[in-house]
């Protein structure tokens, strides 16, 4: 190969390339995103439609139905999931990973918007959300008091909101959890069938009031002037003096029946930061945008607001994502010097310091000119992506070790610092691109890995091997040209003297230890072979007690506490349990600060939690400690734990944050059937056999019971009789006792509040029944209480469902001393011989579903990855028995990789799996090292068992060097990143460790065996 040569020779051009590719590296570097993980686009959405009053049979019949057909007649659908509330339906389209996510979502807004007619009139609203992980809020605010009023938290709070989103980078601003106003129409209803006043004309009359259509224009004495009627209301008292009948002779305005006022809404939100009133500000950053430039210019901005609020009023920090950003990043970066340093100790101690200056000078530039094509593919900083950098930290060097191992060698053998730089380097060049060609080809795979989980681990291996590429690149073309400008042909004893101690140390291993346990295994080749399938079946005994899993915990110093409340149960229960739960989290040493939110989730602060909302009936507590430390953290969940579940007014429970693609929890069972009587008992089944399970926490069936509603049963004969619509008899319950809204009115400010015309509030009692009246068409008004009875019925306070059928969904998370088999496999022995009716069946989802599939994922790139590299040592050698030879070092890897994952207690987790499949490509440059040398040395003439001696005396160094170079790169991440990283540092650890040692024995047995 000529490469090395072109390069010396034009030396000038080569230099400038290396420092454009720096340039265009540093460049990159400053400018990419800086994010906690990558952005992970699931295609699909949710569509939810808020229709006030609405029972979840109700909506299920008039809202979920009608929009489920409608959405199933899109293609490539995975799966269709509905929950149905009181007055709210969500219904959760999800298309197959591998379509475009953003063309489906279109879809989808197009066909609900199709369907739109279909539905009933007074929705009041009906949104769809475009999924994505990265529409996460990366700040939540607090602004907290003790006496301002809502008004002032809200006004503060959106002043703030109008200055932030000017800020580049910005994507959303919301103010959350602040008490909602409208203009209250509260009519007497005696008053109002005294007067023969309707509903309708109340509602007709402030409609045809409050118009505003533009007069058009007119042409006066060649003039054009533009015409304005009165228009729509400007204050409350226009509204009051609105006028609605006549009676008797006299106009009957608004205000002679009905009180007209600002009112709030119905509170479906309540917030608390440490125990006092809040309102909540989130700001959401644009994709692709640097989180510290985004923080470096808000913080000026909140420091002068801060100083301009009023004394009642105060903002706090609830959670700012670049404090955690930079601490992951930091301490990524941290791993990534430790490693560096590591690496070059390794070099320097055996290369001597020219040498290993040269070799360590591959280190920064692979990894400036990796980041730069990194940033090009559309990824950024994020601890994914600086993983990568880290597991390619030791294997960026192999390739200058080895070209500056056989340059030193050329000019041992007298050759000046030129001629050996480029025969050296020539020579050595396809086995270098061999071997550097069957690492990248284990992590392509990987790159080409399907769904959620492939798509959060893809840049890890793009960083791989855009670092790798560009380590090639500079040990064909960069180190040559330095070592024919620094090398002297006294190099090598240099070398030697610099390094001595090193030389000798290793000399007297492979003449002593090493040349004694070669020639015995050449020796005993049949017991070897035997002892070494020995071990390896063995050493596959221990995955039972390794077990499975998929991703760790998120480390980090935060959780939430959920409460839910039985069914029925008003906002105000939830609240007072809440309390309690703020008042445990008041005496906690641990606990930093905290925040409530009661009937809605927590702002999405985390990027595969998704909050609830619209659940009178649940509460949600952000809480964060004073610090990370993983046992005082365990301590502090399990006091709390222990402590909430004796807890009995409600279910508390804590959810711990966790890494990897987004799951409602590891356990989800959903049970299917039509009767919700029946599948609500299924359901108690299966929540009993979970919460029997050894392993289980926070089990949660929320059907469990049913709800109790007041039924009007409408006497439709005597209706029909007395001259009333049935559905006039319903809008009048309707409008009497949760309101309608007829219009909306702007004030000076421009602001808009709905009108709703609504008799009673939410406390009402059942005798006030009695003074509400239904206008018939004779214009006569009858009582409501003749035309229907109140009654008590249990109906279903949720209704879920699952591919257009009805499911109860029961969930639970798994306990830490607990991997997710030992709770599955015992609850799916008992699922598979309860006996279900006919219709009625189970479907097991969560962590375990996800799991299969990305492991799925793994395997089939483990696969690809083995072929691919099969086909390549084909090419080169030539051979089909000597790629055979090569891949033992594949099984003697798994020997050290169960070992390192038992010994260090770690489960072989998603992270792990990745380590393996990577390591496939990694170890059996090794053996390409033995085979290819022991083949030189047959050619020059040397026996077989004399050819397997001398090549693994002479590449024991570059094999040991090599090796320990990618142990030391990866040792910092391994012990310090974490419960994510842990897995797959040990596994490449332990299994190039074993694979190191035994390759150098087992593979040149394996070469006398099946080379003639």
């Known amino acids: ?83 149905l509330r009181d007055g709210i339906a969500i219904v959760s389209v999800e298309f197959d990973y591998d379509t475009d996510a953003k063309e489906k979502y279109n879809e989808l807004v197009r066909k609900v918007n199709a369907t739109r007619a279909q539905l009933p009139d007074g929705i009041s609203r009906l949104e769809i959300v475009e999924w994505t992980s990265s529409d996460v809020d990366i700040m939540q605010l607090a602004f907290y008091t003790d006496s301002a009023s809502w008004s002032l938290l809200e006004q503060k709070a959106e002043d703030l909101k109008k200055m932030i989103e000017k800020v580049p980078g910005v994507k959303r601003v919301d103010v959350v959890a602040a008490p909602q106003q409208e203009i209250r129409i509260s009519p007497d209803a005696g008053k109002m069938a005294v007067m023969h006043v309707s509903f309708d004309q109340i509602a007709n009359a402030i409609r045809s009031n409050n118009a505003n259509i533009p007069g058009g224009e007119l042409v006066v004495n060649g003039k054009n002037f533009n015409l304005k009627t009165s228009g729509s209301y400007r204050d409350l008292d226009e509204i009051r003096n609105t006028v609605v009948q006549s009676y008797q002779g006299h106009i009957i305005y608004l205000k002679n029946i009905a009180d007209v006022r600002l009112a709030y809404q119905d509170r479906t ?18 994709d692709d945008y640097n989180i510290f430039t985004l923080k470096k210019d808000l913080d000026p901005i909140l420091e002068a607001f801060r100083q301009g609020l009023p004394a009642s009023v105060r903002v706090a920090t609830v959670f700012d994502q670049s404090v ?40 920064p530039l692979s990894l400036v000119i990796g980041l730069g094509f990194v940033d090009l593919s559309g990824y950024g900083l994020q601890q994914i992506s ?90 064909l073309t960069l180190t040559p040209l330095l070592t024919s400008f620094y090398f002297r042909n006294t190099e090598k004893i240099k070398f030697r003297e610099g390094a001595r101690r090193i030389k000798l140390f290793l000399q007297k291993m492979i003449n002593g230890p090493y040349h004694k346990t070669l020639r015995y295994a050449l020796g005993h080749r049949r017991m070897i072979i035997i002892l070494s399938i020995v071990i390896f079946l063995g050493s596959l005994g221990l995955f039972p007690l390794i077990g499975l899993s998929f991703f760790p915990p998120a480390e980090m110093p935060d959780f939430l506490i959920r409460v839910q409340m039985p069914r029925n149960t008003a906002i105000q229960e939830t609240d007072n349990v809440v309390r309690y739960v703020e008042s445990v989290l008041d005496t906690t040493r641990t606990v930093a600060k905290y925040a409530a939110n009661v009937g809605h989730g927590n702002p999405r602060i985390y990027y595969n939690i998704f909050p609830r909302d619209f659940a009178k009936d649940f509460g949600e507590v952000y809480v964060h400690l004073k610090g990370y430390d993983r046992k005082e953290y365990e301590e502090t969940v399990s006091s709390l734990r222990q402590l909430f579940s004796h807890y009995t007014l409600a279910d508390i429970y804590i959810k711990e944050y966790e890494q990897g693609v987004p799951v409602k929890a590891p356990v989800m069972i959903y049970v299917y ?84 015309v609504r008799i009673y509030d939410k406390n009402v009692k059942l005798s006030d029944l ?172 040397k026996n077989m068992f004399d050819a397997v001696m001398e090549a693994g005396k002479i590449r024991f160094v570059p094999i040991f060097l090599t090796a320990f170079t990618t142990i030391g790169g990866l040792l910092p991440l391994t012990l310090q990143g974490g419960l994510i990283w842990a897995p797959l540092g040990w596994t490449i650890i332990g299994g190039l460790l074993v694979s190191t040692m035994l390759t150098l024995v087992v593979v040149p047995v394996l070469y006398t065996i099946m080379t003639k």
């Open 386 to 475: 600086i993983g990568g950098l880290v597991v390619a930290l030791g294997l960026l060097v192999d390739n200058s070790i080895v070209v500056i191992e056989n340059i030193n060698r050329f000019i041992m053998m007298g050759y000046n610092a030129r001629e050996a730089s480029e025969k050296g380097s020539s020579q050595i060049a396809w086995p270098v691109v061999t071997a550097t060609l069957t690492t990248l080809l284990a992590f392509i795979p990987i790159i080409m890995m399907p769904e959620k989980a492939g798509d959060f681990i893809r840049s890890l291996p793009l960083t791989i091997l855009y670092t790798l590429t560009a380590s090639l690149l500079i040990a």
């Open 269 to 286: 939100y309540l917030a608390r930061y440490m125990g006092k009133e809040a309102v909540y500000l989130t700001v959401k950053q644009k």
């Open 673 to 756: 059937g039509s009767d919700l009587d029946r599948l609500r008992h299924i359901a108690g089944e299966v929540e009993r056999i979970l919460k029997s399970t050894p392993g289980t926490i926070n089990v949660v069936n929320r059907v469990k019971r049913n709800r109790t509603d007041i039924y009007f049963n409408i006497n439709k004969d005597k209706a029909l009789m007395l001259g009333v619509p049935v559905h006039e008899i319903e809008k009048t319950i309707r409008t009497a006792l949760n309101g309608t809204t007829v219009d909306k009115f702007r004030d000076s400010e421009g602001k808009e509040y709905p009108i709703v």
């Open 770 to 941: 009695n003074r509400i009246y239904v206008k018939s068409l004779s214009d006569r008004f009858i009582p409501l209480t003749q035309l229907a009875k109140p009654e008590f019925r249990n109906v279903p306070g949720i209704i879920t469902r699952y591919n257009m059928q009805r499911t109860i969904l029961i969930t639970a998370d798994i306990a830490k001393e607990y991997k997710l088999d030992d709770v599955m496999k015992p609850v799916q022995a008992h699922l598979k011989q309860y006996p279900f009716p006919l219709g009625y069946g189970y479907i097991v989802t969560g962590e375990l579903k996800n799991r299969n599939e990305s492991f799925g994922g793994m395997l089939e790139a483990g696969i690809i990855a083995l072929i691919a590299i099969f086909a390549v040592l084909v090419l080169q050698f030539k051979s089909f028995t000597q790629p055979l030879i090569i891949f033992t070092a594949i099984p003697l890897a798994v020997i050290g990789s169960l070992w390192a994952l038992y010994l260090a207690g770690l489960s072989f987790s998603f992270t792990a799996f990745v380590g393996l499949v990577s390591l496939i490509g990694i170890v059996v440059n090794n053996s390409i090292i033995l085979v290819d040398y022991s083949n030189t040395l047959r050619k020059k003439g």
């Open 324 to 363: 955690w950003v930079r601490h992951r990043i930091g301490g990524f970066i941290n791993n990534l010097l430790q490693g560096i340093v590591l690496v070059g100790i390794v070099i320097l101690l055996v290369m001597g310091l020219r040498s290993s200056l040269i070799v360590a000078l591959a280190i």
């Open 1 to 83: 190969m000529n490469i090395p040569r072109l390069a010396i020779k034009n030396s000038p051009f080569t230099l400038t390339v290396f420092f454009l590719l720096t340039v265009f590296g540093v460049y990159a570097y400053m400018r990419m995103p800086r994010t906690e993980n990558p952005s992970v686009y699931v295609p699909g959405g949710s569509i939810v439609v808020v229709y006030p009053g609405a029972s979840p049979r109700d909506m299920e019949q008039l809202i979920a139905i009608p929009v489920e057909e409608a959405v199933n007649e899109l293609d490539d659908i995975r799966k269709i999931e509905t929950e």
